[in-house]
């Protein structure tokens, strides 16, 4: 997918920069072919906004952010949302603070905490419109983690590798809607369910 103007693509290849140049402290992407793992990281993270049916509701949460993905270029390329960005590694937490500040990114916010932690605080419950995970946890686990996070109609919207079937029928579905999958031409898998309540 192509970014929807001129600022959006310059803010997006800031962002790539600024990755590609961190990468050699923080391994935030894996070193082998790193330009083209980035640029395929960035497209992936842009897929949702191709599949109908997502409700991208802020404010969203992104678990296992790392790298940035798939929240800041969702950010970059839909700049009303509001997106928390979740990671349990505090270097990579520090530098997605800086991203946040060098890109000028208004209504992200970057929580260093472990998952469990953040669940337990009650400012976070029934907060979010849309969960985002890029290849985080099982479905089983994202599951159980989304479920106190989110607003009732809230979804989950996961990055997922050709496993997403065997998860998905290992996994409770009890207060959720069933789950739609997407497989994109790459192999990768999108999966999306709606809390039910």
């Not at 970059?76 to 060098?102: G, Q």
């Not at 992200?108 to 029934?126: G, T, W």
């Amino acid at each position: 997918m192509k970014p929807v103007n001129e600022n959006v693509n310059n803010s997006v290849e800031a962002f790539r920069h600024l990755l590609l140049k961190a990468n050699t402290k923080l391994n935030l992407v894996s070193r082998r072919s790193v330009d083209k793992a980035v640029d395929e990281l960035i497209r992936d993270s842009l897929l949702v906004l191709e599949w109908e049916g997502c409700a991208l509701a802020s404010p969203m949460l992104d678990i296992g952010s790392g790298g940035g993905f798939p929240g800041i270029p969702m950010k970059l390329c839909r700049p009303e949302l509001t997106i928390h960005l979740l990671d349990s590694n505090r270097r990579k937490c520090a530098w997605l603070e800086s991203v946040r500040r060098a890109l000028r990114l208004d209504g992200v916010d970057v929580f260093h905490r472990r998952i469990e932690d953040f669940i337990a605080d009650s400012a976070h419950k029934a907060f979010y419109g849309t969960v985002l995970s890029r290849a985080v946890a099982s479905v089983k686990d994202l599951l159980q983690w989304s479920y106190p996070l989110l607003k009732t109609d809230g979804e989950l919207l996961a990055w997922k590798g050709s496993s997403v079937g065997k998860e998905v029928a290992e996994s409770d579905w009890a207060g959720w809607s069933p789950p739609r999958l997407w497989r994109h031409s790459s192999g990768l898998f999108l999966m999306q369910t709606v809390k039910q309540g």
